[in-house]
């Protein structure tokens, strides 16, 4: 195939396309099942949990649903160890390809933040971007603090052997306001930079067809293009653009996350006011 | 004669006996078992141990609670008790309180009314803390008292639930208001260092989201 047709780099494996999947399906799962119950006394709340046939099966979906992302998640970790350089480590885990927030990372966020001021130019940015590597952690912690915390209160008998009642009480702050914090940052911030912001406009694609343009990634990471080309790998990097039938199913499953994580966002701002926290 | 009349009255007797045995309650292990605190510790507890958590008696019956020139044993049923602040060992925890009968619980347990299992699980009050006259939470033959919550109150919907289980607040106190933390200091703080994670996350990601869109929208030329 000719090159010049392949105009994309390649950035996301199959395997690596199929974990944001199945994270995206389960954590709007999670969102609408948490929410149906938190908000079970206003009528928005009855109407989801309705969807899940009602306040105790939205639990029960709930619930199985958390344990299969746990089980995604230590299948995610048993890939990320198998996945890294060991024949380098521990320099691979500081190299340009590592998701490992580095001070790089800090001075490329201040020095970002100094071009939208329009006082600095802006960072050469490598493969990953210092709020891309926060979208990852911020992910990996929050499995595991809600995981953790979903489990406790998910088998109250079991986990009361170990812990003091009350620890319930604690564990069900933790869980609600972790939530309410991957939701908010996930609808709002995660969706708006990956999809919204002009130079990803109208949706960012690289999840889904696991590539992303050239041109305007020569723009957004010119390191990684830049690094790409002198190490002679940017050739064996390029893909084809995904057929016009695919593109238009990754616009529609993704226009219908966002348009779920949006309404469940406006849903529970609006009927925030009329439950008891 | 006089036989045939002894012998109906025998009749008389036994089918007498027969009747009240009818309708009395049957004999069940369960009273015999109750009747003597002393067979049931030696049978029970003393072998087990199992029911040592719930069904200890406390060494003295002095109501904690003292009135002078009131005798100790019955608490005073008058509306000088209604001025008593101390209501968690009684065995009615709202004696004295004037016109009781014409309230409701929700009335002044404002807060406690509202909980998740009040609202979303749609439980009673008295479905807890029992019938008129509801014990003291820390009387001791509450259902609710600690050593015994677990079985008497909690199992019945939470089946097996333990001593441990049991410690869970039930109506536990707002976690963001500073009385918590001296009521429910590890609520209090857990909250606040929540709240602080989340707060100091969207306080730096909030204008830097906005700032990035409006920066790229207005930018001359390519994309960025």
Partial sequence: MNSETKNRIRRFSPVQRFFHLLLMLSFLTQGATGLARMYIETPWGKWLSWIFGGYESALTVHIWVGIFMICGFVIHFLYVIFKIDWRNFPGSLFGPDSLLLQPRDIKEFFQHVGWFLGIAKAPRFDRWGYWEKFDYWAVFWGMVIMGCTGLILAYPMDSTRFMPGWGLNVAFWVHRIEAILAMAHVFLIHFFIAHLRRHNFPMDRAMFEGSVDLTATRHEKPAWVARLEQDGKLEDSLVNESKIGRRVLFYLVGYAAMAIGVFLLAGGIINSPYITW | ?224
Wanted: proline content about 6%; overall charge positive; hydrophobic content about 40%.
């Fill in chain 2, 1 to 224: 004669m006089m036989k045939i009349m002894c012998e109906k009255m025998t009749i008389l007797q036994a089918a007498a006996v027969l009747a009240v045995l009818l309708f009395l309650p049957g004999m069940v292990p369960a009273q015999e078992e109750m009747a003597s605190a002393i067979r049931r510790y030696k049978d029970r507890e003393a072998s087990s141990g199992y029911y040592e958590e719930y069904e200890v008696m406390p060494r003295s019956r002095r109501i904690p609670v003292g009135v002078r020139g009131v005798g100790r044993e019955v608490f005073p049923h008058s509306p000088s008790a209604a001025k008593v602040r101390i209501r968690t060992r009684l065995s009615d925890s709202h004696a004295g309180i004037k016109f009781y009968w014409n309230w409701r619980c929700e009335d002044c347990h404002v807060r406690e009314a509202k909980d998740i299992h009040t609202v979303r699980a749609n439980l009673t009050c008295r479905q807890c803390h029992g019938n008129e006259p509801i014990a003291s939470i820390d009387h001791y033959r509450s259902p609710m008292n600690p050593i015994r919550r677990h079985a008497y109150v909690c199992a019945k919907c939470h089946e097996g639930a333990s001593a441990s289980f049991s410690t869970y607040v039930v109506h536990a106190p707002n976690p963001a208001m500073l009385s918590t933390k001296s009521s429910f200091p590890v609520l209090f703080y857990v909250f606040w260092v929540m709240v602080a994670i989340a707060v100091g996350t969207f306080v730096v990601f909030l204008p830097h989201t906005v700032m990035w869109g409006i920066r790229e929208l207005f930018q001359k030329g390519e994309k960025r």
